[in-house]
């Protein structure tokens, strides 16, 4: 078997108080490897050693199966927040979860989802009306959206202008969070829990961990007192199988409401759903809007491809103000392409990672016990020989004709195999439906363009400061 290339020395000692600090500096050195060799890597950092891949072969030895299904150690820095959510548990409990938490993602439930998406939108738009002809910053109000989308619908909770300040300061509790675990990541001496909760920055996780667990389990709570005055009558609790009753105020089932059932047959208990609606929260929200942001963005600096969409909505829509439904998503066969064509350029999630207990084989190369595989989605959907012409924006890839005999582990935004992401569904339909609500009544003209973007390597992948777009009315 041959040797997996890669630095022959302890990778990230020498310079350390230079190297150690930035994960910008150490994603770049990382990312020379992925230049220099097609298809694996190895680092070793003291008494860490990972490999790293990023071909579709070798993603799908790793993920496609349950064997390799445990998050690596670094997903243990978000124990502090998310606790031992769906995201980074293992074992029984990861399978006990996704059991009770699937239901919530059914075709019947998420029709429910899509009525809070869509009163979401509407507002959305509102707002841009009020903000036409000038550069705005996408960022907070794509952000906005998604929140308030996720609240409503993980939670049964509006964000009302009591606690919009609330929710404020949650988001940026997670935007500064999310920085201080990218960071951890790259400093070897804080790997260590003790050295870490000593360390000013230590002290500053916990007190955004506590605004985060402060904002839900105010909603947590109230959506409980909620269904204890209003008794069974406030949770729709049929087999989603078998179909959906609705009432004459379209009753809207909330993912939380699951989680409180389950409470009641002694599945789950009061810290248990706390772990779900933080993970779900975090998840649901900013990982959707960096998502949204990325399209809008690029929509704006092609015009040809903006087009396109405004025609197949016309085709859809008799008038612009025509309120869509949950069957007119599935009419949007172009905007799909250019979703799915946005989130490969600009995944989301740009890098997962998984524990290899045993040893196993990638291809030629023999992978030792212990160590972790860093998967490189943003370098995989980057691949010429995979997509030609890589870093050009062309939609045409995702048509039906053009997918064929494509890998299925080529394109993996929402991961993929046993721990794919729960919600993708979800996430779809709510960047379909915010997406036509936008187009359908704005051309957006181009300000931030793709080269002015410089992306931080952070649990989301974000840019290093504002993503500028006009908005200008249709007539």
């Known amino acids: 078997m041959r040797k997996i290339p890669g630095p022959d020395y ?22 020379k490897y992925c230049n220099r060799w097609d298809r694996i890597f190895r680092f070793w950092s003291m008494f860490i050693g990972a490999v790293n891949i990023y071909t579709p072969d070798d993603v799908e030895t790793i993920i496609s199966t349950t ?5 690596s150690d670094v997903y243990s820095f978000l124990e502090p927040w998310l606790q031992d959510g769906l ?30 998406i869509e009163e979401n939108s509407r507002r959305m738009v509102d707002c841009l009306l009020k903000s036409t002809e000038i550069e ?22 509006q964000l009302s202008n009591e606690n919009a300040s609330a929710g404020v300061k949650y988001k940026n509790a997670i935007y500064k ?14 790997y260590s829990d003790f050295i870490f909760n000593l360390s000013s920055v230590g002290r500053k996780q916990k007190e955004h961990v506590i605004t985060i667990r402060n904002f839900t389990k105010k909603v947590i709570d109230e959506r409980k007192k909620y269904i204890e005055i209003n008794g069974a009558d406030a949770i729709e609790t049929e087999d989603p199988n078998k179909g959906v009753r609705m009432n004459k105020k379209k009753r809207r089932t909330a993912m939380l409401d699951l989680l409180i059932l389950a409470q009641k047959e002694n599945l789950i208990d009061d810290v248990g759903i706390q772990e779900e609606v933080d993970t779900f929260m975090f998840e649901g929200h900013d990982t959707t809007a960096a998502g949204l942001t990325y399209c809008l963005m690029l929509l704006a600096n092609h015009k040809d491809i903006q087009d396109k969409i405004f025609a197949e909505l016309s085709e859809i829509f008799k008038d612009k103000d025509q309120p869509t439904t949950y069957e007119d998503l599935n009419k949007m066969k172009y905007l799909d392409c250019c979703i799915k064509e946005s989130l490969r350029l600009y995944p989301p999630v740009p890098f997962i990672s998984r524990n290899i207990k045993e040893p196993t084989k990638l291809g030629e190369y023999e992978v030792p016990a212990n160590i972790f595989c860093h998967i490189h989605i943003y370098d995989l959907h980057r691949r010429g020989d995979l997509f030609p012409n890589p870093l050009k924006f062309d939609p045409d890839r995702f048509l039906p004709e053009n997918s064929v005999g494509r ?7 929402f991961s993929a195999g046993p721990r794919n992401c729960i919600g993708q569904r979800f996430a779809i339909m709510e960047m379909k439906t915010a997406l036509s609500a936008i187009l359908r009544r704005f ?12 992306t931080a390597t952070e649990l989301v992948l974000r840019n290093n400061g504002p993503i500028y777009i006009t908005f200008r009315e249709r007539l």
């Not at 910053?137 to 909770?157: H, K, Q, R, V």
């Not at 969070?177 to 804080?190: A, C, D, N, P, V």
């Not at 051309?443 to 410089?454: I, N």
């Open 177 to 190: 969070l999310g920085r201080i675990l990218s960071e951890r990541t790259t400093q070897i001496l804080m």
């Open 136 to 157: 705005i910053d996408i960022i907070p109000l794509i952000s906005e959206f998604t929140l308030n989308s996720i609240c409503e619908t993980a939670m049964g909770t």
């Open 443 to 454: 051309e957006l003209l181009p300000v931030t363009r793709p080269m002015d973007l410089h």
């Open 407 to 413: 890998h299925p582990f080529a394109y993996i935004p």
């Open 67 to 71: 064997k390799f299904n445990e998050k």
């Open 10 to 31: 302890l990778f990230l000692i020498g310079n350390a108080l230079d190297i150690l600090g930035t994960p910008v500096q150490v994603f770049s050195i990382m990312r």
């Open 87 to 116: 995201l980074v548990s293992k074992g029984t409990k990861w399978h006990e979860r996704r059991k009770i938490l699937t239901p919530a993602f059914h075709f019947n439930i998420l029709q429910r989802f899509f009525i809070v």
